[in-house]
């Protein structure tokens, strides 16, 4: 990891000493605070301890571009943050439910990531990219989550970001994207003798219709393929690479004040069948988005496990910089209630 984030760095240098460019420099802090009746305690984490998402953390976003006489033809983009772990019980049940549960001393680690991390670059037939980006597929692909509390299934099965190449072309009535990554999410393996780089990857690609901000509307058609590592966040759960053939159809509606975001994958996830279906409805309370309230019901079967959450999600942007976010969640697995709380600040430099 130590390596590509230098490489980034360099990237990073190299934008801020051209001449023919713009920036965008931006300070990220969140906070973390909830309960869980499962584990009869506070939690200070979104969903699973190990898990990239959400954490208390602090960190910067940077964007910059490159622009000639014909326009922007380059983008960077780098975003680091970190991540306070607070070391308690942690449950694997959601990945493998036969490992047994592990616990941990109390405690903190800073844990450094790099979420986005990419070069993006415009060519005379589409915009070609490289490094750590979202994989085409699902409505992950259109929906940056990396901020929220509510989820989408790419981030249960599957990654909502991975180290790779990617290509999108914009066309008057949708898009077209394709993607070939490393099949590890947020780390990236350098190769080993047990683990070679050439054993594990994702092939992904997603065709939609309707452009969302001209139409208000978009409906996605994904597959994906290939042999992909089981990790938790930076955590290595097997050194094994599993097959995986998933196809998905996600479809959003924007209308007035409500929002309509419908997701559906089927296939194999780490060698086991899978299905998952997600609904997020949102109401905009006021006519500038400053108060929200979603639900959004999840049902999963993952190989003989079979689940289902409901969440309800009220945010409030508090100011131009600071946005306040309640959820409840129900875990029909674990029968657990969980009460989370977010403030989530975002600040340009």
């Given at each position: 990891?130590?390596?590509?984030?230098?490489?980034?760095?360099?990237?990073?240098?190299?934008?801020?000493?051209?001449?023919?460019?713009?920036?965008l420099?931006?300070?990220?802090?969140?906070?973390?605070?909830?309960?869980?009746?499962?584990?009869?305690?506070?939690?200070?984490?979104?969903?699973?301890p190990?898990?990239?998402?959400?954490?208390?953390?602090?960190?910067?976003?940077?964007?910059?571009?490159?622009?000639?006489?014909?326009?922007?033809?380059?983008?960077?983009?780098?975003?680091?943050?970190?991540?306070?772990?607070?070391?308690?019980?942690?449950?694997?049940?959601?990945?493998?439910?036969?490992?047994?549960?592990?616990?941990q001393?109390?405690?903190?680690?800073?844990?450094?990531?790099?979420?986005?991390?990419?070069?993006?670059?415009?060519?005379?037939?589409?915009?070609?990219?490289?490094?750590?980006?979202?994989?085409?597929?699902?409505i992950?692909?259109?929906?940056?989550?990396?901020?929220?509390?509510?989820?989408?299934?790419?981030?249960?099965?599957?990654?909502?970001?991975?180290?790779?190449?990617?290509?999108?072309?914009?066309?008057?009535?949708?898009?077209?994207?394709?993607s070939?990554?490393?099949?590890?999410?947020?780390?990236?393996?350098?190769?080993?003798?047990?683990?070679?780089?050439?054993?594990?990857?994702?092939?992904?690609?997603?065709?939609?219709?309707?452009?969302?901000?001209?139409?208000?509307?978009?409906?996605?058609?994904?597959a994906?393929?290939?042999?992909?590592?089981?990790?938790?966040?930076?955590?290595?759960?097997?050194?094994?690479?599993?097959?995986m053939?998933?196809?998905?159809?996600?479809?959003?509606?924007?209308?007035?004040?409500?929002?309509?975001?419908?997701?559906?994958?089927?296939?194999?996830?780490?060698?086991?069948d899978?299905?998952?279906?997600?609904?997020?409805?949102?109401?905009?309370?006021?006519?500038?988005?400053?108060?929200?309230?979603e639900?959004?019901?999840?049902?999963?079967?993952?190989?003989?496990?079979?689940?289902?959450?409901?969440?309800?999600?009220?945010?409030?942007?508090?100011?131009?910089?600071?946005?306040?976010?309640?959820?409840?969640?129900?875990?029909?697995?674990?029968?657990?209630?969980?009460?989370l709380?977010?403030?989530?600040?975002?600040?340009?430099?």
């Amino acid at each position: 990891m130590s390596r590509t984030f230098f490489f980034y760095l360099c990237l990073v240098f190299f934008a801020t000493t051209a001449q023919a460019a713009n920036d965008l420099l931006y300070f990220e802090g969140q906070e973390i605070f909830g309960y869980s009746s499962e584990l009869g305690r506070t939690v200070s984490y979104s969903r699973h301890p190990d898990a990239e998402m959400q954490k208390p953390s602090l960190g910067i976003d940077y964007l910059q571009r490159f622009s000639g006489e014909s326009g922007d033809f380059a983008t960077v983009a780098l975003q680091f943050r970190l991540a306070a772990t607070r070391l308690i019980e942690q449950s694997t049940y959601q990945y493998d439910p036969a490992m047994p549960r592990i616990f941990q001393q109390d405690g903190f680690k800073a844990e450094p990531q790099i979420y986005n991390a990419y070069l993006k670059l415009k060519t005379p037939w589409t915009y070609v990219w490289l490094g750590h980006n979202r994989p085409a597929f699902g409505i992950a692909t259109s929906l940056d989550s990396h901020g929220l509390l509510l989820l989408t299934n790419e981030m249960r099965f599957g990654y909502d970001r991975d180290w790779g190449v990617g290509a999108n072309k914009d066309f008057s009535w949708g898009d077209v994207s394709y993607s070939w990554t490393s099949g590890t999410g947020m780390p990236l393996y350098q190769g080993s003798q047990e683990l070679p780089f050439t054993s594990h990857y994702m092939n992904a690609a997603r065709i939609s219709y309707g452009v969302l901000s001209r139409d208000n509307f978009n409906v996605g058609f994904s597959a994906g393929s290939g042999m992909t590592l089981n990790t938790i966040g930076y955590q290595l759960m097997s050194v094994k690479p599993l097959p995986m053939r998933l196809a998905g159809t996600d479809l959003t509606i924007l209308r007035d004040n409500f929002e309509h975001r419908f997701d559906l994958l089927y296939g194999q996830w780490l060698d086991k069948d899978t299905s998952a279906v997600s609904y997020r409805f949102g109401i905009n309370l006021d006519q500038e988005g400053r108060f929200k309230i979603e639900t959004q019901p999840m049902y999963w079967k993952f190989g003989q496990e079979e689940n289902y959450q409901v969440a309800l999600c009220f945010s409030i942007l508090a100011t131009s910089t600071l946005t306040i976010r309640t959820e409840y969640l129900y875990d029909h697995l674990l029968a657990d209630n969980r009460f989370l709380l977010q403030l989530y600040y975002y600040s340009p430099i």
